[in-house]
């Protein structure tokens, strides 16, 4: 399964050209997972990118092994990782740092990750190949429709999505992934005492995060701080976005809830 590694693949904007030096990575989070503007809730919105030759090569060779196609029939989650084991599903892993981090961290678990754009799929497939991960598998899909047709209901163990786009202006804020429809789709999901866990840097979108998730009557929050954010999970690395917003006085905050049983 192993690739030869290779130099790091230059880093893009969302135009597809080179970012620059002191540009957020965009593959730090959820990053191009954001709803459409129209009424059906999608995980995304469509980004212009240009895949590196790592990326190539890796979704060559590893993508037919390790990217899932989309089909209208629940997911065999035996079947497709070969053995029985509690299933996370990312929304949204950009470049998929820290969700090879994560699969290596938590060997027990298996991982299945959804992003729709293609530079992203290929970086993490290199990761996957260069770091010998076993335990994640990948749709080049929307999530949303993911979910409806693949993910049997009450089947998975968690659900992370950091960092997903904030859509900064009021006007535009419904645009945003976390809103009520879209956390009792991935309730409904999740495994009695599963968790669902979000991450953002801004704080506009956690204090709506925390309203939301807050509001679902099958959901309690796992937090004890009086703010109701929790502490960031030991499994959760620090992205290079964090360090450097860290350095300069920003704020990242974690929220934690679970199904209850």
Same mark, same amino acid.
């Given at each position: ?19 620059p030096a002191d540009a957020a990575d965009p593959g730090e989070g959820a990053e191009g997972q954001h709803p459409h503007p129209k009424s059906r809730i ?79 799929v290929g970086a993490l497939l290199k990761l996957i190949g260069e770091q010998d991960i076993p335990n994640i598998r990948i749709f080049q899909h929307d ?29 535009? $804020? ?46 309690? $929050? ?40």
């Amino acid at each position: 399964m192993s690739l030869p590694t290779t130099p790091p693949d230059e880093p893009l904007d969302e135009s597809g050209a080179p970012a620059p030096a002191d540009a957020a990575d965009p593959g730090e989070g959820a990053e191009g997972q954001h709803p459409h503007p129209k009424s059906r809730i999608r995980s995304f919105v469509v980004r212009a990118g240009r895949m590196g030759t790592g990326q190539i090569k890796a979704l060559a060779e590893l993508g037919p092994q390790f990217v899932i196609p989309f089909k209208p029939e629940p997911l065999d989650y035996e079947r497709t990782f070969g053995r029985r084991a509690p299933v996370v599903f990312e929304i949204g892993f950009g470049m998929g740092g820290p969700t090879a981090q994560i699969a290596r961290t938590l060997p027990d678990h298996d991982f299945i990750g959804c992003e729709v754009h293609e530079p992203g799929v290929g970086a993490l497939l290199k990761l996957i190949g260069e770091q010998d991960i076993p335990n994640i598998r990948i749709f080049q899909h929307d999530a949303v429709e993911v979910l409806d047709a693949m993910i049997a209901p009450g089947s998975l163990a968690g659900v992370h999505i950091y960092f997903p786009d904030p859509w900064h202006k009021k006007r535009h $804020n419904k645009r945003r992934l976390v809103q009520s429809p879209f956390i009792a789709k991935l309730v409904k999901h999740l495994a009695p005492g599963g968790y669902l866990h979000l991450a953002t840097d801004w704080e506009p979108y956690a204090q709506q995060m925390l309203e939301v998730l807050s509001a679902d009557p099958d959901l309690v $929050n796992t937090s004890t701080r009086a703010d109701g954010y929790a502490d960031k999970p030991d499994y959760r690395p620090l992205t290079k976005f964090e360090h450097r917003g860290l350095k300069l006085g920003h704020g990242v905050w974690d929220l934690v809830f679970k199904r209850k049983a």
